[in-house]
């Protein structure tokens, strides 16, 4: 079953404390990406990778780091986690850049007190 | 220039009726152009996609219309059923860019 799995699913941390949410796609998809749905504002594109180690920012990448060293796992860093990264977070990947299906995980609610 | 405008931003329609949400855009070189629908506790999947060279493309109870000329598009649910319920996102992109402009959603109700 086509699988984009990102964990953890809840968490909440306190301010500074980094942590990393994972993301592994089983569709050998070259291009992954992470989002964050915020109310009102939609779904915003964080970071995006085109491939194993190419990593480029998207619109919202203040705050946050990702690293690209298997095809099928593109994990999301907050080094130092602030309040205003608190939100819902998806990590997604597709088999080509646009014009395809993009395939979303089940999102990681993300608290920082 | 790379927004989406989408609206309403909160829709309640009776079981059977047509569900209209509408999507505006103005940068055209935006080629492709998705609704993405969301249940609760779920992410985001794809549910029907046009691209410019059309003006409507339908897909069971799902049609997207689309005007090139006024850079607006929209998606229509005919005979809205309680399992519609959900969150519609509308979105675009430019070719070969991989940068996708989500609209803020829409929260789609349907009552029995």
């Known amino acids: 079953e086509a699988q984009v799995t990102q964990n953890p699913r809840y968490l909440i941390t306190v301010t500074g404390k980094k942590l990393t949410v994972t993301c592994s796609q089983n569709?050998?998809?070259?291009?992954m990406s992470w989002y964050r749905q915020d109310p009102g504002l939609g779904l915003r594109q964080i970071y995006y990778?085109?491939?194993?180690?190419?990593?480029d920012k998207g619109d919202v990448p203040e705050g946050y780091k990702v690293s690209r060293k298997e095809k099928r796992n593109f994990p999301l860093i907050l080094e130092s986690p602030s309040p205003n990264q608190t939100s819902l977070y998806f990590c997604?990947?597709?088999?080509?850049?646009?014009?395809?299906?993009?395939?979303f995980g089940e999102g990681s609610w993300l608290t920082v007190v | 220039q790379q927004q989406v405008k989408q609206s309403p931003q909160s829709l309640i329609v009776q079981k059977g009726g047509i569900s209209i949400i509408n999507c505006a855009y103005e940068?055209?070189?935006?080629?492709?152009f998705p609704w993405y629908q969301q249940f609760p506790g779920k992410g985001p999947a794809l549910l029907i996609a046009?691209?410019?060279?059309?003006s409507e493309k339908k897909e069971g109870r799902f049609t997207i219309s689309f005007n090139k000329s006024a850079k607006q598009f929209s998606l229509h649910i005919m005979d809205s059923q309680p399992g519609d319920s959900a969150t519609y996102f509308c979105?675009?992109?430019?070719?070969?860019?991989?940068?996708?402009?989500f609209g803020t959603g829409t929260r789609l109700k349907v009552l029995a």
């Open positions: 997604a990947s597709s088999s080509r850049p646009t014009g395809n299906t993009i395939y």
């Open positions: 569709m050998n998809h070259e291009y």
């Open positions: 990778s085109m491939n194993v180690e190419v990593t």
């Open positions: 940068n055209t070189a935006f080629d492709y």
């Open positions: 046009i691209r410019p060279d059309v």
């Open positions: 979105a675009a992109s430019v070719g070969g860019t991989y940068k996708y402009i």
